[in-house]
């Protein structure tokens, strides 16, 4: 087991995201217990509901659900820049594998928010980088609670 992400809330409690990849495991680590459920987690580490820690509440549901196969948009420019690029592959012998997907609309990409009882964030497929808005009751307390990760829409064409 090894640990793959780890979070300081409220300068004193530390909440560690980590993987046993042999097993295809991931707990999320609080109070040196280990949990496999948000909302069981969230029960227990309620700084995580406090608005600065809303990235970290993200990062931290996505790791539950997803393991390591996605990672979060924190540098929404730097993600543009970079997938602008990976698109400029397309046609080329160093095709990245995303050139097979979109081009996506990154146009709404934005930090993390809350819309009515909705949170909404944005992450990538981290062997794609093809872009997820991501929606989750919020706050998420139950523990059947979906997350649904949606493909932002294709980028309009000017022929369309």
Not at 17 to 22: A, F, I, L, Q
Not at 91 to 115: K, M, R, W, Y
Not at 131 to 159: A, C, M, W
Request: hydrophobic letters at 30%.
């Amino acid at each position: 087991m090894f640990t793959v992400y780890e979070f300081n809330c409220d300068n004193a409690e530390t909440i560690s995201c980590v993987c046993d990849e042999e097993n295809n495991k991931y707990w999320v680590q609080y109070h040196e217990k280990l949990y496999d459920n948000f909302s069981a987690l969230l029960k227990q580490a309620q700084s995580l509901l406090k608005p600065e820690n809303l990235p970290i509440y993200c990062q931290v549901i996505n790791f539950i659900h997803t393991g390591i196969d996605f990672s979060w948009i924190q540098d929404i420019e730097a993600y543009r820049s970079s997938y602008a690029d990976w698109m400029k592959t397309v046609g080329t012998e160093h095709v990245h594998p995303c050139a097979n997907f979109g081009p996506f609309d990154l146009s709404e990409i934005q930090p993390p928010h809350i819309s009515g009882d909705k949170l909404i964030f944005y992450m990538q497929d981290n062997y794609t980088k093809v872009p997820y808005r991501v929606e989750s009751q919020y706050p998420l307390r139950d523990p059947k609670g979906e997350i649904f990760y949606n493909l932002l829409p294709y980028l309009k064409t000017s022929d369309e």
